[in-house]
């Protein structure tokens, strides 16, 4: 582990379109001490050639490639091959402002965190921004997560310096498995910290399964039932906070 040294994971599935522009946010950081891991989970665009082009470019960028096995896969090694102190998830389709690095490893020390996250803004293919942004909590606890997640992958940094590195859960095929890997964190850490400051662009596409409830709504029941174990009744209490707190989110 590289004290200092932020490891950005980012999965990449054709995604020819936006990874270049992901992959520019993250040049333009403020904060220099990274390394970006890309991970070709398969792809069969022109994703990999113009990775590999900025592998050339930026030695801190690096590209691996595996069969087509989804995101967390994908994700998980990136993270066995992290090499820093810090876990960030970026995908290959959203955006970091400059600042975001920094902005987040400041916020981790004034409130001595191991997990923070932030807000951002909901930007469609265009990149136009679609939604009003998403503006987070100043923190939350496992049981508030349990309602609703509030942690975006794209704004979360995770500091492995104390219980060192977390992988998400391949049985989930990928459906809701990043919700479950903050609620596994969380309960180590305790709690987490929100900046309230917009850090950051999350592109909705039009087949987004974060939109797509129905897709995702048995994965989601699982987690409480299967992983958390809590019982049918509670299950079923949170299954509906988080369908409500979901339909709100993505309100106009």
Request: a positive charge; aromatic letters at 12%; glycine letters at 6%.
């Given at each position: 582990?590289?004290?200092g ?16 522009q992901?992959?520019e ?21 022109r ?10 470019r ?12 989804g ?22 389709d959203d955006?970091?402002?400059p600042?975001f690095?920094?902005s ?5 020390r ?5 997990l ?18 998403f ?7 496992y ?13 979360a940094?995770?500091?492995t310096?104390?219980?060192?590195k977390?992988?998400?859960?391949e049985?989930?095929?990928?459906l ?31 087949n ?6 129905k ?38």
């Amino acid at each position: 582990m590289q004290a200092g040294l932020v490891s950005i994971i980012t999965p990449l599935y054709n995604g020819e379109k936006y990874v270049a522009q992901t992959i520019e946010s993250v040049l333009a950081q403020t904060y220099p001490h990274w390394e970006m891991i890309v991970v070709n989970d398969g792809s069969r665009d022109r994703s990999e050639q113009i990775v590999r082009e900025y592998t050339k470019r930026d030695p801190r960028i690096k590209l691996f490639s595996q069969p087509n096995g989804g995101s967390a896969s994908a994700r998980n090694n990136g993270i066995r091959r992290a090499e820093g102190q810090y876990i960030a998830l970026l995908d290959a389709d959203d955006l970091w402002e400059p600042f975001f690095l920094e902005s987040q490893l400041a916020l981790m020390r004034d409130k001595g965190a191991l997990l923070v996250y932030g807000s951002h803004k909901r930007i469609d293919e265009a990149g136009n921004e679609c939604l009003r942004p998403f503006i987070v909590p100043e923190q939350v606890t496992y049981r508030d997560l349990l309602r609703t997640c509030s942690i975006s992958c794209l704004t979360a940094l995770y500091d492995t310096s104390r219980y060192g590195k977390m992988y998400l859960n391949e049985a989930l095929h990928s459906l809701r498995d990043d919700h479950l890997f903050w609620l596994d964190i969380l309960k180590k850490v305790g709690v987490a910290y929100g900046n309230q400051r917009v850090i950051a662009s999350y592109r909705i596409l039009g087949n987004s399964v974060s939109r797509n409830k129905k897709k995702v709504i048995i994965p989601q029941f699982n987690i409480y039932y299967k992983y958390e174990k809590l019982g049918l009744v509670r299950s079923l209490y949170y299954l509906g906070c988080w369908a409500v707190n979901g339909f709100l989110k993505y309100r106009k």
